[in-house]
């Protein structure tokens, strides 16, 4: 079962950052996130929303696949599978396009615009669906960031340890700069 995260930043470029260090820890198979969103909202206060995955091109890809094998199909009843290709290409591009842009994956839409919309001006949040995780790894790697905790399905030790990890200074933050001895 996934676990959905919801951080809130301060800085508007934090939740990217953050984000981008997830992603090279899904790398080092220490987390593995089901699916991610970052929402950014400007000194205008306009919200930005960054999608992980994008549906339509997803959609298109598959879709142009699979008709211009099936028009190829059709066109060899027909004598020619190369103009069967072709068409059931685009045929299966555009419908796999219009089906992506209309599928819901991962985190609900309705949910991430109503959070977005409470973010402070100049500010970010980072939507997060975890699948599986290396809890002692990735929490040492994010000591000290000083996110806000917006929404989580953890349960509440471990949204308090999540919490602590967040709040707690890292050990080379906090140790005093060396004299070079």
Do not use: C
Request: aromatic share 4%; no cysteine.
């Amino acid at each position: 079962m996934s676990e959905l995260v919801v951080l809130g930043f301060d800085n508007p470029d934090q939740a990217d950052v953050v984000l981008n260090r997830l992603i090279q820890l899904q790398k080092e198979y220490l987390v593995d996130l089901e699916d991610s969103v970052v929402a950014i909202r400007d000194a205008s206060g306009k919200v930005r929303l960054k999608q992980s995955v994008n549906l339509a091109a997803a959609g298109a890809a598959s879709g142009g696949l699979s008709g211009a094998i099936w028009g190829s199909l059709v066109g060899l009843l027909f004598l020619n599978p190369l103009a069967g290709m072709v068409l059931g290409g685009a045929f299966g591009a555009g419908s796999g396009a219009l089906a992506g842009s209309m599928t819901d994956y991962g985190i609900d839409d309705d949910l991430i615009k109503r959070l977005a919309d409470t973010i402070p001006v100049n500010s970010s949040a980072l939507f997060l669906l975890i699948r599986k995780v290396q809890p002692e790894k990735v929490l040492q790697e994010f000591q000290g960031e000083h996110a806000r905790i917006l929404r989580t399905s953890l349960s509440p030790e471990q949204e308090e340890r999540l919490r602590n990890a967040l709040a707690a200074e890292s050990s080379a933050a906090a140790r005093p700069p060396s004299d070079g001895i």
